[in-house]
């Protein structure tokens, strides 16, 4: 018998290049911007707990409100172009 779930018991790696995010450098990227909003959202719901009046200033919530946009926007670019490079690299 031998099959996908086969390789890891014999102590080989297993396939990442059929991974949705780890088949190439442009998905990763794309997880890591995910990430990255994740923790933007994290850390503005922190400056609140901080903060003395109980809300984040302007400036704090501008600042997390754009590094999550921007790193959403760069992700699903990434996302996008690692689909095409993933469907070029079978076809």
Same mark, same amino acid.
């Given at each position: 018998?031998?099959?996908?779930? !086969?390789? *890891?018991?014999?102590g080989?790696?297993r !396939?990442?290049?059929?991974?949705? =995010?780890? /088949?190439?450098?442009?998905?990763?990227?794309? +997880?890591? /911007?995910?990430?990255l909003? =994740?923790v933007?959202?994290?850390?503005?719901?922190?400056? $609140?707990?901080? $903060?003395?009046?109980?809300a984040p200033?302007?400036?704090?919530? !501008? *600042?997390?409100?754009?590094?999550? #946009?921007?790193?959403?926007?760069v992700g #699903? *670019? +990434?996302? #996008?172009?690692?689909? @095409?490079m993933? @469907?070029?690299?079978?076809?």
């Open positions: 018998m031998t099959g996908q779930g !086969d390789a *890891a018991s014999n080989s790696k !396939d990442l290049s059929r991974s949705r =995010f780890f /088949c190439n450098n442009a998905r990763k990227g794309s +997880l890591v /911007c995910g990430i909003a =994740f933007a959202l994290v850390i503005g719901g922190g400056f $609140s707990e901080i $903060s003395k009046s109980g200033t302007s400036l704090e919530t !501008d *600042a997390v409100r754009w590094v999550i #946009v921007g790193s959403l926007v #699903v *670019a +990434l996302y #996008v172009i690692g689909g @095409r993933a @469907r070029k690299a079978r076809g």
